[in-house]
């Protein structure tokens, strides 16, 4: 298996709501990554886990809470959401090797409403 | 700080001819560069990183760290070439940072 699968394809919620994103890799990566992409924007880093453990965080606002539970799966919790959080959210993730790359999921289609 | 800049958020050819997407970049220690590719409704997948030095799809990449550039050439466009194309840099930790990308479109 050599991708980064990425579920649900699309979420609609609302602003009350709790969702959640999942993101999933068996290429042994150990490091793995969310960003956030609005249309026609550039992929902005969120949260970077480095063999399990929150290594980065870019001030990401408190109503996104990450989840690492095992080196393979890596989650994305969402409460209390604002419209202007509607975006791509792309799961990433890389071995630990010199100059290795991202390799990237699907994405998560978010719509708050 | 980390910095990527493409200074072209348009361009636009026809088949056949040259194409070029600049990129420059910041940073103080040594970077490890990328070119991304994000073609029409597909995922963003890597297209070139300047380690490798190798040629994919037609094009080439070299880092020129005199002029902090990572300029994405290739000889002859294709129609199949359009897409977006971003420049991302990680410097010395797990951030890969993009910039603000390329639309490049080849006409026919």
């Known amino acids: 298996d050599t991708e980064v699968t990425q579920t649900p394809k699309h979420l609609v919620m609302g602003m009350t709501n709790k969702k959640s994103l999942k993101c999933e890799q068996h290429m042994g990566h150990r490091a793995m990554y969310w960003y956030k992409q609005k249309a026609k924007k550039p992929p902005e880093l969120m949260f970077v886990?480095?063999?399990?453990?929150?290594?980065i965080n870019e001030s990401v606002p408190s109503r996104f809470s990450p989840e690492c539970p095992n080196s393979s799966l890596l989650n994305l919790h969402l409460h209390a959401l604002q419209p202007e959080d509607s975006a791509l959210y792309l799961c990433?993730?890389?071995?630990?090797?010199?100059?290795?790359?991202?390799?990237f999921g699907n994405g998560t289609r978010l719509t708050v409403t | 700080a980390q910095r990527v800049t493409q200074p072209e958020k348009l361009l636009s050819v026809f088949k056949g001819a040259p194409v070029e997407l600049k990129c420059n970049y910041s940073y103080s220690g040594s970077p490890e560069l990328f070119w991304y590719v994000q073609y029409s409704r597909q995922r963003l997948q890597l297209l070139l990183r300047h380690i490798s030095r190798e040629s994919i799809k037609g094009f080439t990449a070299d880092l020129n760290k005199g002029e902090t550039s990572f300029h994405l050439k290739k000889p002859f466009a294709q129609e199949e070439d359009s897409a977006m194309y971003y420049c991302a840099l990680r410097g010395g930790s797990e951030k890969l940072v993009f910039g603000k990308g390329t639309k490049l479109t080849v006409n026919p």
């Open positions: 990433a993730s890389r071995p630990g090797a010199y100059n290795s790359p991202l390799h």
């Open positions: 886990y480095s063999y399990e453990k929150l290594s």
